[in-house]
């Protein structure tokens, strides 16, 4: 049996039983490849990692899987990209046209992207002057078209490092990847070093959800179907991508709307964005700590920070 993720001019498909890797690439050259993204250089502020060069990699994964070449001029990748940095990046007072220009110029420096045209790192100028066009390097673009497992593996890869759960779907949707394709291959979370990985923890979600009397933080929702909790969440305040520990102080339980809103910094616990949730029925626990202060200060969407996220 086989998942397909069908998009136009292309078709990715990989094995129900098979996360990786077959076909014309070798599974260590593969391995080789899915290490080198999950060690792009990325800027960090207090733990967060900029997801501006995650970004645009799926977008041009996205744009392989669609016309079967990852190339995309300057004039295609700046309203696209900036879309995304805007939706699903941290608040920041960068303009759009600069925001993207960050990763299209900077990821030439991790050896997985080039451009047709020598210029400067982070200028916005140039790119449109010179009609610049930016593409996978010659030989990541070969093993991806040879083996289209390794391109979904990749897209996988980028998404659930750099996301949380609730958000993966919609960015990989973003880009033109169908999500549920994607994120069928495996249950585990890259840990961020080449062949670490790591996995939930057995009875976190159960944990969190008594220790908050089974109702969602933020609306109080209780619903269950035959005595088990439905549409309600175990939640990370610090993302499990981001290193977020399954401890209950770390955890919160949110309604499946309230996640969402919460993983996509639309709610926060900081009151001063005038959100308030109740505190948890374990006597002593308090959400967040030093979790809490890293979502605050560097997701939840209040005022943008007055310095700027910039890739290395």
């Known amino acids: 049996m086989t998942w397909r993720c069908e998009l136009p001019e292309a078709t990715f498909s990989i094995g129900l039983c098979q996360a990786v890797l077959v076909g014309a690439v070798t599974e260590s050259a593969a391995r080789g490849l899915l290490d080198r993204f999950a060690t792009l250089r990325q800027h960090q502020r207090n733990g967060q990692r900029s997801p501006h060069k995650p970004l645009l990699a799926l977008l041009a994964l996205g744009r392989l899987a669609r016309t079967g070449s990852s190339s995309l001029p300057w004039s295609v990748a700046e309203p696209a990209l900036a879309e995304l940095i805007g939706e699903f990046g941290p608040p920041s007072r960068t303009s759009r046209s600069q925001s993207a220009a960050y990763p299209f110029t900077r990821l030439r420096a991790d050896g997985v992207w080039v451009l047709d045209q020598d210029v400067q790192m982070d200028l916005v100028g140039p790119l449109a002057e010179h009609h610049v066009t930016g593409r996978f390097e010659q030989s990541v673009e070969d093993a991806l078209v040879a083996d289209p497992a390794l391109a979904i593996a990749l ?158």
């Not at 900081?270 to 979502?295: Q, V």
């Open 155 to 312: 897209a996988r890869t980028l998404s659930v490092s750099n996301f949380p759960e609730t958000v993966a779907p919609d960015v990989l949707e973003a880009v033109g990847l169908d999500s549920r394709a994607v994120l069928a291959s495996s249950d585990t979370t890259p840990g961020g070093r080449p062949g670490a990985a790591r996995r939930r923890q057995a009875g976190w979600r159960s944990s969190v959800l008594q220790a908050w009397d089974r109702q969602c933080a933020f609306c109080g929702y209780d619903g269950q179907l035959a005595g088990a909790s439905v549409a309600l969440d175990a939640a990370h305040v610090r993302w499990f991508a981001f290193d977020g520990p399954d401890s209950l102080d770390n955890g919160l339980a949110l309604c499946t709307l309230h996640h969402k809103l919460f993983d996509l910094g639309v709610l926060g616990l900081d009151t001063a964005f005038g959100c308030r949730c109740r505190l948890p029925s374990l006597p002593g626990l308090r959400p967040g700590g030093r979790c809490m202060t890293w979502t605050d200060g560097h997701w939840h969407r209040g005022p943008a920070p007055a310095s700027r996220p910039r890739d290395t």
